[in-house]
């Protein structure tokens, strides 16, 4: 079966604008989390959807939001670009994040949108 | 809130020599544990998971690791490397919010396989 989607793969963009990158779940996975990796600080949370509804929120500006469809497909946006917003944007697709008999399901990530901010 | 330390940055290794890469976690009443290896210019694909049951857990590629909790230590174990598994390797733990789930990540040791 198809994985996790992430597009644009790579992306350039100026000081102030403002990027959407797109994540595509395995079909059936109603659960898209968002992580960013950059050198300095790591693999860091950004935020989780389930049913198009956030429930986790990881410690970023408000700058940072993001969305999910009706079909499962998520969206998250930057606005207002800084430099140390470069970074690779990590998608991860899961049935869901939790139960209280199975416990976690883990992730299935995808290959990452590289941005870069100039 | 729960936190990751792998405690080597970077590890050099001869090809078809033994590795462990080491990776301590903040103690919690249950946890669950992971590792995910991450080749240049990927996402990251799991290794294996510990959720519960047998303490040791084989994954992928050979990979085994060791949970043991008096130590709060979680090491990635492989009797003889590959020059294919040059590549970052993330241990990781979940943590539990309001219900919902995340991963805390250590900060990646790069596992350098030299022939």
């Known amino acids: 079966k198809a994985g996790v989607t992430q597009t644009p793969r790579y992306l350039i963009k100026t000081r102030g604008q403002q990027v959407t990158l797109s994540c595509s779940p395995i079909s059936g996975h109603r659960s898209v989390s968002w992580y960013q990796q950059t050198p300095g600080q790591g693999l860091q949370f950004l935020f989780e959807?389930?049913?198009?509804?956030?429930?986790n929120k990881g410690n970023f500006p408000g700058r940072f939001s993001g969305r999910q469809f009706s079909n499962s497909r998520s969206e998250m946006n930057v606005s207002t670009l800084e430099l140390g917003d470069s970074a690779l944007y990590l998608c991860?697709?899961?049935?869901?994040?939790?139960?209280?008999?199975?416990?976690?399901?883990?992730?299935?990530f995808g290959s990452g949108t590289r941005l870069t901010v100039v | 809130a729960q936190s990751v330390t792998q405690l080597d940055s970077q590890v050099p290794v001869f090809e078809e020599a033994p590795v462990e890469l080491r990776c301590n976690y903040s103690s919690s009443v249950s946890v669950y544990l992971f590792w995910y290896v991450q080749y240049p210019n990927q996402g990251l694909q799991l290794l294996l998971k510990?959720?519960?049951?047998?303490?040791l857990v084989k994954g992928i590629n050979g990979f085994e690791a060791e949970f043991n909790k008096s130590q709060t230590s979680f090491h990635l174990r492989k009797p003889s490397v590959h020059i294919s598994d040059t590549a970052e390797y993330f241990c990781a733990v979940s943590d539990l919010y309001e219900g919902a789930q995340k991963l805390v990540f250590g900060q990646g040791t790069r596992l350098t396989i030299n022939p």
């Open positions: 959807y389930f049913s198009e509804t956030q429930r």
């Open positions: 991860a697709s899961s049935i869901t994040t939790w139960d209280s008999v199975r416990g976690f399901y883990g992730y299935t």
């Open positions: 510990y959720l519960s049951g047998s303490t």
